[in-house]
């Protein structure tokens, strides 16, 4: 089994910054992907970045790319955003699961563990 504890989230103004965090404890040997997903007003839970540990390889929701950065320190995996919009308000998770092929999907399917959630508010 693998935990995942999210922190970072907080209250921000339109155009800021904000990195989030989330640390993996427990069977980590078991898991090749990690990602960040977020749940919004809609109550839809959208894939946004997910790194595979193997070659670093990373991937990117369209309707994010080139505002957020995904990286890793070791168990930690971090979510660096900018240019941050009220629409990107909402519950932030991580996430973590094996996936084959070498690249990992951002569906939700994908993925057999989540951390608890980290809230972003961001004000205009």
């Known amino acids: 089994h693998v935990q995942l504890v999210e922190s970072g989230g907080g209250s921000v103004q339109a155009g800021g910054s904000l990195t989030l965090s989330c640390t993996a404890s427990g069977n980590t040997a078991g898991i090749n992907c990690m990602a960040w997903f977020r749940q919004g007003l809609q109550n839809e839970r959208e894939g946004l970045a997910a790194r595979y540990s193997g070659s670093g390889d990373v991937r990117y929701a369209d309707s994010v790319r080139g505002r957020l950065t995904i990286s890793q320190d070791k168990k930690t995996l971090y979510l660096h955003q900018s240019d941050l919009r009220p629409e990107d308000s909402g519950t932030y998770y991580c996430?973590?699961?094996?996936?084959?092929?070498?690249?990992?999907?951002?569906?939700?399917?994908?993925?057999?563990?989540w951390g608890q959630g980290t809230q972003v508010t961001v004000s205009s």
């Open positions: 996430a973590a699961g094996f996936q084959l092929g070498g690249r990992c999907r951002l569906g939700q399917t994908f993925y057999k563990y």
